[in-house]
């Protein structure tokens, strides 16, 4: 059913009069006619009768003018439902955020908020691995990654750069130390990420870099986790510089480590010339416009134990 024959017909009834209806539809009235007589001849039924200088509705002209009506409003919502979209009057985005990450995407979440109000954000939750994954296929259409990934497969938007510090109990060896060599904990307990973490490999490699594998004790997924088994002497753990900054200066010791130098370098990461919608655009503008220039320290308030290295985002 041609939905220009139903809205013609839908006018006519309105108006009594073909001649009406084509001035106010701004055709020719045997143009409203050739389309209602086409309307008639599919459903295979009159739907309008004259009775004098009155039209009168069949039973089945009846039927068609009713749910026409509801048809017609359909359509005229769902323009206006994507012409919002263009505009982002509403909509949803889902963003792929990571357990070690997400405290960095507040400042955009709380701008974006802002500016598209009716747009609802949908946090997935997932490692760095599982959202880069969830990208290649197609399932997300932006999300927190930790650098490097495969720059043929995600575009990126760096928007920290951070060492990782050693994390100990206060009291130990390292009180006196200004950093420490990686290598220098070959023999210590380590409490380690997830192993479904990016930022698991990073570790992994950085140690075989230093001539170890590390000996495992604990993994999590959640930095908070990871300090409380520290302070509980279950091993070391090497956590982001800006998670350190959250740490009790009175019961844990963090230290730089060195040789090598471990980075913690979060981006957004979106696919390679895959389709962005018109919602994740303005989010990844936000994006750009807030997360490359904020500050580290103010996203991560703490009690400051002194000044942390790379404390602003690089």
Not at 195 to 208: F, G, K, T
């Amino acid at each position: 059913m041609e939905l220009r024959a139903l809205r013609y017909f839908v006018e006519v009834v309105r108006q009594q009069s073909f001649t009406a209806a084509a001035e106010h539809m701004f055709v020719t009235q045997p143009t409203i006619s050739k389309m209602v007589k086409s309307l008639e001849d599919e459903i295979g039924s009159p739907l309008l009768l004259r009775d004098g200088r009155q039209m009168v509705l069949t039973d089945a002209g009846r039927i068609v003018y009713q749910r026409g009506q509801d048809v017609l409003a359909a359509h005229a919502q769902l323009q206006a439902e994507l012409a919002d979209l263009d505009t982002l009057g509403r909509g949803e985005l889902t963003i792929g955020i990571p357990p070690m990450g997400g405290a960095l995407f507040t400042p955009a979440i709380a701008s974006f908020r802002q500016r598209f109000p009716k747009v609802e954000l949908k946090l997935f939750e997932q490692g760095s691995r599982g959202i880069e994954a969830a990208l290649i296929a197609g399932e997300l259409e932006l999300g927190g990654v930790l650098q490097p990934v495969d720059p043929e497969l995600i575009d990126v938007l760096p928007i920290a750069s951070q060492p990782l510090m050693l994390v100990a109990r206060a009291g130990s060896r390292w009180d006196d130390a200004s950093q420490v060599a990686l290598g220098d904990l070959a023999e210590e307990p380590f409490v380690f990420y997830g192993e479904s973490l990016a930022l698991n490999d990073v570790v992994i490699n950085a140690c075989r870099t230093a001539g170890f594998a590390p000996t495992i004790v604990s993994r999590s997924g959640h930095w908070d986790f990871m300090a409380a088994m520290v302070l509980a002497g279950v091993g070391i753990a090497l956590l982001p510089a800006p998670y350190c900054r959250r740490l009790d200066a009175a019961q844990f010791t963090c230290r730089p480590v060195v040789a090598p130098e471990i980075l913690w370098e979060m981006a957004v990461g979106w696919r390679r010339n895959g389709y962005l919608s018109h919602a994740a655009r303005a989010w990844l503008e936000v994006a750009r416009q807030t997360l490359p220039q904020q500050n580290v320290a103010a996203v991560f308030p703490a009690p400051d134990f002194g000044a942390l290295p790379g404390d602003v985002a690089r």
